[in-house]
């Protein structure tokens, strides 16, 4: 995936990547690569495979270019279950993402979900944020559908009061100890809300992640959040894929090129319990020049350090926290920054590069969609349904292997060669309807405007808009600007077909034509931000 935001392009020829570690935080233990474990990585000739399909015509194409054979041969996992290494994990145990703070609504409650949890999130007259359990302990009605009143969350089935610590409201009613909601710690943190999801374990501030560009002085950044329709594995795979960019995103940005497509370079620097990082680049590049890190439960990031002409060091981020939202649904915050801004970047608004990601991510939402479908309904682990090459997908195999030695410790999961499957089959909510449903989907917290954006993961509006201030403030704005100047186009054509003098029907018909481009451009404007991106030669 690639988007169109305003630091460096894709092109790493010029560029060179570094992580650098927190100085606040101590880094992942260094695991140097020694010649048994690059081993792993070599086929055994019994599991080679001979293609012959013309689908695998352009990879021979690709690995032609000064490549060794090697490249083609697919990566295997361990021979025998003895050498898979388990580690201990509980999926509660970690910070999730739950939302950009800039973009939390001040007079709503917020429902999001972490796998099958559901929780709602709200600021109370104080602006201190508070996470519950999205459940009234009345009769469970979702709290996230109430309101707020004086700071506190109201249930709008019965009117219950909930204060910041989750007691029930008033103090001196007679009501059960037991009626009091589930809290959930949260850390405000370099603008994002986190969420500790144990009960049982207090939080741990030292898997909190902290990134350390974004604290650097000058650091600017542009940050968008988008929901998914598929799983957030499957989602993390692919923004472990560098090598679908130039194919799937042709011409998207100004480096995306169809023509650029090649083989790539990936070598793995470190392998811990909580992640994997390593170095990759084109085949042509040496020292490899971009840097990537995941680390659990689901951050994934690439850093650049870029020496201008002057001899300054700058830094960019490519940040990308994709929170499970339940069985085939994710979230992503998509955080892209760096110490020095591209001018050409000052000539487009934010909300441009807002729709762009969103354009970025429906080009690869129709096969994403697919392969979760896939791995549902074949339920087999990925090393029996992927072809995974080392020019290409080394990223890939090292995720699915990571999701071997902790999914025993997950609601669920698919990985390279161990899978357990959902406990229980997803629960379908439906969107509610008639005129209240209309009216209340008109505000933020809810889900669109009115009837014509109503909740729907596979819409741009619900799945980005909804969550984003700033969007739905240009939004709005380009709507009253386009009815202003559809009745001042009315206007002006009516005057004019009034007036009697030629040279006032020229002048009065000119203006209601650029008044008339004005209609077009605002409508333009919103499309753009509420219309899904559709290839060509797709027919519908």
């Given at each position: 995936m690639t988007l169109l935001l305003p630091f460096p392009s894709h092109n790493t020829s010029t560029l060179s990547f570094s992580l650098s570690s927190p100085t606040t935080k101590p880094p992942l233990p260094l695991v140097s690569l020694s010649q048994p474990l690059r081993q792993l990585f070599h086929i055994r000739k019994s599991n080679t495979f001979n293609f012959k399909c013309?689908?695998?015509?352009?990879?021979?194409?690709?690995?032609?270019?000064?490549?060794?054979?090697?490249?083609?041969?697919?990566?295997?996992?361990?021979?025998?279950?003895?050498?898979?290494?388990?580690?201990?994990?509980?999926?509660?145990?970690?910070?999730?993402?739950?939302?950009?703070?800039?973009?939390?609504p001040d007079d709503a409650p917020l429902g999001l979900t972490v796998f099958d949890k559901q929780v709602v999130l709200y600021k109370d007259g104080n602006s201190l944020i508070h996470c519950y359990e999205d459940r009234c302990p009345h009769r469970l009605a979702k709290l996230s559908e109430g309101q707020l009143i004086d700071g506190r969350i109201e249930c709008l089935y019965h009117g219950w009061q909930f204060e910041g610590d989750g007691k029930c409201l008033p103090a001196d009613a007679k009501i059960p100890r037991s009626a009091c909601l589930k809290k959930y710690e949260v850390r405000d943190?370099?603008?994002?809300?986190?969420?500790?999801?144990?009960?049982?374990?207090?939080?741990?501030?030292?898997?909190?992640?902290?990134?350390?560009?974004?604290?650097?002085?000058?650091?600017?950044?542009?940050?968008?959040?988008?929901?998914?329709?598929?799983?957030?594995?499957?989602?993390?795979?692919?923004l472990m894929d560098p090598a679908h960019i130039p194919i799937s995103h042709d011409r998207t940005d100004w480096t995306a090129r169809r023509e650029d497509a090649q083989p790539l370079s990936f070598e793995v620097a470190e392998r811990t319990d909580r992640g994997f990082a390593g170095w990759w680049g084109k085949a042509s590049d040496q020292p490899l020049p971009n840097f990537l890190r995941f680390e659990a439960p689901c951050v994934l990031q690439n850093n650049r350090e870029l020496v201008d002409e002057k001899g300054v060091k700058h830094y960019f981020t490519g940040l990308f926290l994709c929170r499970p939202t339940g069985q085939g649904k994710s979230m992503v915050i998509v955080r892209f920054g760096g110490t020095k801004r591209s001018p050409i970047a000052n000539f487009f608004p934010t909300w441009y590069f807002h729709q762009n990601a969103g354009k970025v991510f429906e080009q690869d939402m129709g096969f994403l969609s697919s392969q979760n479908e896939v791995l549902m309904k074949e339920k087999v682990p990925t090393k029996e349904l992927y072809i995974n090459l080392k020019s290409s997908d080394t990223w890939v195999a090292e995720y699915r292997k990571w999701m071997d030695k902790v999914g025993h410790g997950m609601p669920y999961h698919f990985g390279h060669s161990t899978i357990s499957l959902p406990k229980q089959p997803a629960v379908i909510e439906h969107a509610p309807a008639g005129l209240v449903a209309g009216f209340s989907a008109s505000f933020p917290a809810k889900g669109g405007i009115g009837t014509m954006h109503a909740p729907n993961v596979v819409n741009r509006y619900f799945r980005h808009v909804v969550h984003c201030k700033g969007c739905r403030t240009v939004i709005k704005a380009f709507q009253a600007w386009k009815n202003?100047?559809?009745?001042?186009?009315?206007?002006?054509?009516?005057?004019?077909?009034?007036?009697?003098?030629?040279?006032?029907?020229?002048?009065?018909?000119?203006?209601?034509?650029?008044?008339?481009?004005?209609?077009?451009g605002c409508s333009t404007a919103i499309a753009m931000n509420t219309t899904n991106f559709i290839r060509t030669h797709r027919r519908l």
């Open positions: 013309g689908a695998v015509a352009d990879i021979k194409a690709a690995t032609s270019l000064d490549q060794s054979e090697e490249d083609n041969k697919v990566l295997v996992g361990p021979s025998s279950e003895e050498e898979r290494v388990v580690v201990n994990y509980d999926w509660t145990e970690e910070w999730y993402p739950l939302y950009l703070t800039q973009n939390l943190s370099q603008g994002v809300v986190w969420v500790w999801l144990s009960q049982k374990t207090p939080p741990n501030l030292n898997k909190l992640p902290w990134f350390e560009n974004f604290a650097r002085p000058g650091f600017q950044d542009t940050s968008t959040t988008h929901e998914l329709p598929y799983d957030h594995s499957v989602l993390l795979e692919n202003a100047l559809s009745a001042t186009t009315i206007a002006l054509i009516t005057l004019a077909i009034l007036a009697s003098a030629r040279q006032w029907k020229a002048i009065l018909l000119v203006l209601a034509a650029v008044s008339s481009a004005g209609v077009y």
